[in-house]
């Protein structure tokens, strides 16, 4: 029979006796509800098991504009055509790393660790797990499993011994240089191998490497489960890393040193990708489409002090800007080409391979992308639909008869795609089944199985970790709703009311007063948004239900932000020096080589390392600040949160950041060389500066 939620108590009271079982058979048998699909439907016998392709795009919104079956045959045909979509995918955290791991380990990102992009935290959380994924709950479970592409950020130097092959990238962001892992985990004696792909497009090697292994497994006899993650459409340089010579005048390179006339600052971060050669100019007329309602407009009602600050102005998107989108526009379109190729290869060689009918391939991203909306110019990590909406599609047994071109309004996110994987694959003993977030879907790949939309599941959950930016939201879909609703951790909130509007242009909280509609639904899912945020396996998916009457939300801690009404101004400065010197108003960091500061090849076009620093083990909000001395050496490039000054040292203020607290309080200074890649510069150390401070290195 299915397994129907009774509700929350069921759920929770289910969870806990389980673990007091003597075999998770016995747990299942007992009555969580954790598969969806009939007995028959999601186990069968080994030889019989389905293969999985899990293929994840980079930065890659939904179709919000409607404009990319257009010019990617490719999706048209494979996906949408002939497999199913469903339409309210969401982003568990919109922003590439913390998606990720969530995804490969299939949990929350309150419960990986993993909370922030680069953060020290959430690196050294993630890496005391990352051997332990959804790649090695298959392997174990009979799987070959194989990892290509795009890894977790700054964990790239580490190569998991989970997966039977690990292909992940070491240097990430060159389209046309990227550096990559080459391990075969099962092979005697294991050599830890590596190469270079200088000169070939990661669209071109990427579907030929995957076509390599679905060939080894099948030498071995085995089904496979393959993730490919290619970098397409993030931002990246096509040839790197390497001084400023080794760019051509058309590479995204440049866009680091693009000036704002107004300000006469650098932006820090491009927008457009490496396209190949093939597809560079193949938006070259075009410009990023403008949704009237949304593009450059504000949202109207109360604005997130995050929001009001950052985003919030009368003149809104300049004309600078707004070419900027437009040449970003164009290379991230230039770039679907390429991954749209790269679609075609993999399903092309699948069926080559005779595969095809037994094999589930997913296609979605990590997260989505502003550009322009909401007067954000351009990014992620909103609880906008613009950055927590995704692509999703799959294909495979049973998909791509009965359901081919057919849509599913199920609320998923992606550790709903780990938790169906794990289910299809019978791999339940060998993953942590119980302690998974998500919910399989298994059942509703099968239209006799299928429990429909509302029965599975009427919510999605999102987060995100990063000062005042940090928020909660759940979006909620059933018959007669279809609705966001977000906590932000500055004690603001926002409803709307997707149904009547669909651009999320009015936030139902209003200034002065609020709709009626946004008081019940304040009052209503305050609790079980607070729930989520901190579940964990089968609670997540049936939390406490909806309160008739209830207390407005309580916001959460913002990340590592440090806060105090008597908040003390200090500054601590790296002085420029070439050696242990100390300051008198802080610490001397030397980033040299041999005595001489030496810029070397470093990834991103990055300075040498990045500093960061925390008081009591808590990191300064929105990492640092610009340093303020003049750049003067043409050999060292701007980067944020640390600017190196004229020779090499940093300095930046904590005001109104460290609160004046009576005591004793650690204060750490953190060298992260290779920023943002995870590998540290060869020959770079450092010299840590504590001895006989009162700090620590």
Known sequence: KLCLPDGPERAVNNMKSAHTMSSLLAALAAGICRASATPGATTQSMDGRPNFVYLMADDLNSDWKNERLEYMPNLKKYFKDEGVFFKNHMAAVPVCGPSRSSMLMGRYPHNTGYLFNDDLDSVQAFLL???????????????????????????????????????????????YNASLFDIDWDVEPVEIKTKVMTGTHQADFL?????????????????????????????GTCYGPGPASVYAPTDPHWEFNLVDPKTGKKYVLPISPCPTIRHAHAFDNKTNPHIAPVWNQSITGALPKFMAERFETPAGLDAY????????????SASLLDLDYL??????????????????????SDNG?????????????????????????????????????????HPTTHIDITATIVDLAAAHASAPWLQLDGKSFASELN??????????????????????????????????????????????TEVFDLAADAWQTTNLVGTNTSSAFAVNVQRQYSQMVGALGNCTGAVCS???????????????????????????????SFVTGDGAVEGIRGWVVDFTRNGKYSPGKLPRGYSPATVRVTVDGK?????????????????????????????????????????????????????????????????MSPKCLCSGRPCEC
């Open 343 to 364: 679609i075609g290869t993999i399903v092309d060689g699948l069926k080559t391979a005779g595969v095809q009918d037994n094999t589930y391939v997913v296609f979605t």
């Open 207 to 235: 579907g030929e490497h995957a076509m390599a292994e679905v060939a080894k497994a099948k030498a071995l006899n085995k089904p496979f489960f393959i993730s490919v993650t290619p970098v397409m459409p993030h931002w």
């Open 129 to 175: 797990e990352h051997n332990d994924t959804v790649g090695k709950w298959l392997k174990d479970a009979g799987y070959y499993t194989s990892f290509l592409g795009k890894y977790v950020n700054s964990c790239e130097s580490h190569a998991p011994s989970g997966w039977s092959h690990w292909g992940g990238f070491i240097q990430t962001y060159d389209f």
């Open 542 to 572: 049936y939390p406490p239900a909806p309160a008739q009457s209830g207390v407005l939300p309580v916001p959460q801690q913002c990340y590592h932000d440090i806060q105090g009404k008597n908040a003390r101004i200090g500054s601590f």
């Open 369 to 409: 992308y502003h550009l322009g909306e909401h007067k954000m110019p351009m990014g992620k990590g909103e609880p906008y639909m613009t950055d927590t909406s995704l692509p999703m599609y799959i294909r495979g047994p049973g998909v791509s008869t009965a359901l081919a071109g057919s849509t599913l309004a």
């Open 321 to 332: 800007t707004t070419e900027r989108e437009n040449i970003g526009w164009r290379n991230r």
């Open 619 to 683: 990191r300064i909000p929105a990492r640092l600040p610009d340093q303020v001395a003049n750049i003067t050496r043409t050999d060292i490039l701007p980067v944020n949160p640390a600017i190196p000054n004229a020779d090499h040292g940093f300095q930046w203020t904590l005001d109104n950041h460290t609160a004046a607290l009576p005591g004793k309080h650690k204060f750490n200074v953190f060298i992260v060389g290779g920023q943002g890649q995870g590998q540290s510069v060869p020959g």
């Open 447 to 492: 239209a006799t199985t299928a429990v429909g939309q509302t029965a599975w599941r009427q919510h999605s959950f999102s987060e995100f970790f990063m000062g005042e930016n940090t928020w909660r939201m759940i979006r909620v879909v059933n018959e007669t709703h279809d609705f966001t609703f977000h906590t932000w951790c500055t004690n603001d």
